[in-house]
Each structure stands twice: as structure tokens, then as C-alpha cells.
């Protein structure tokens, strides 16, 4: 997996570093239209992947959204506001660079993205 540019960020850009996420923090909140988060994926061979897609509710209720790659939409959901928990996709990512975009989609927007993860 590998980004499509490669991004410098001084020290002094980065956010805190959210309790219990892993890395930099996250992002969140795809209430607004258009709001959405992108990422490059990239992969050797054209074929069926598993992403893991670890989040949380923005609020006490549920949060719920899309992941959007190649056409292909896929429903995802997290119950919990205090608790990061794994959503798995099964998805068809072409051989190069795939863009993977999570968004509000038909759900309401109301969670956060701490990472994915290709197995």
C-alpha cells in the first residue's frame, strides 16, 4: 500500500493525538455535503481484498456511511461514540493505484475514521 504523492508535515501541522487512535488522529464527521476522506490504495494484482475500516460514532447515535472504490459501494456502520471498532469490506481493487473514498453516502455522517487497513 502506498500513497500517491509523497506529503511532508512539520511537526507543528499535525493534530493531537486523539485517546486510543492509532498514529497521527483521526478523521471525521461527514455530516456536511461532499464531506468525505480519500485514500490511495495501492496493490500488485487485480482481485478481491479485504480492507478493514476501523472507526467510531461521532455522537450516541449510531453512525453510518459508505466506502466507495471502483464503482463498487459498500455499507458501513459504527455503534459505538467511545469505542473503535472494525468494519471488514470485501472489495475489487484493479492492479496500481485505487482510490478509496469514505463518505456520508445514503448514512448519516456521524463517525470518525481512525484508519483502513489492506489484509
Given at each position: 500500500?502506498?500513497c500517491?504523492?509523497?506529503?511532508?508535515?512539520?511537526?507543528?501541522?499535525?493534530?493531537?493525538i486523539?485517546?486510543?487512535s492509532d498514529?497521527?488522529g483521526?478523521?471525521?464527521?461527514?455530516?456536511?455535503?461532499?464531506?468525505?476522506?480519500l485514500f490511495?490504495?495501492?496493490?500488485?494484482?487485480?482481485?478481491?481484498?479485504?480492507?478493514i475500516v476501523?472507526?467510531?460514532?461521532?455522537s450516541d447515535?449510531p453512525?453510518a456511511?459508505?466506502?466507495k472504490?471502483?464503482?463498487?459501494?459498500k455499507q458501513?456502520?459504527f455503534?459505538?461514540?467511545?469505542?473503535?471498532?472494525d468494519?471488514t469490506?470485501?472489495?475489487?481493487?484493479n492492479?496500481?493505484?485505487n482510490?478509496v473514498?469514505?463518505?456520508?453516502?445514503s448514512?448519516?455522517g456521524?463517525?470518525?475514521?481512525?484508519?483502513?487497513?489492506?489484509?
Amino acid at each position: 500500500m502506498s500513497c500517491k504523492n509523497d506529503w511532508t508535515i512539520d511537526d507543528a501541522d499535525l493534530p493531537p493525538i486523539a485517546e486510543n487512535s492509532d498514529g497521527f488522529g483521526y478523521v471525521g464527521n461527514f455530516t456536511g455535503e461532499g464531506a468525505s476522506v480519500l485514500f490511495a490504495v495501492e496493490v500488485p494484482v487485480t482481485g478481491d481484498y479485504t480492507v478493514i475500516v476501523r472507526g467510531r460514532a461521532s455522537s450516541d447515535i449510531p453512525g453510518a456511511g459508505v466506502f466507495k472504490v471502483n464503482g463498487d459501494e459498500k455499507q458501513i456502520s459504527f455503534d459505538e461514540q467511545y469505542v473503535w471498532k472494525d468494519q471488514t469490506v470485501t472489495v475489487r481493487l484493479n492492479q496500481g493505484v485505487n482510490d478509496v473514498d469514505i463518505c456520508k453516502g445514503s448514512g448519516n455522517g456521524m463517525f470518525f475514521i481512525d484508519y483502513i487497513e489492506l489484509k
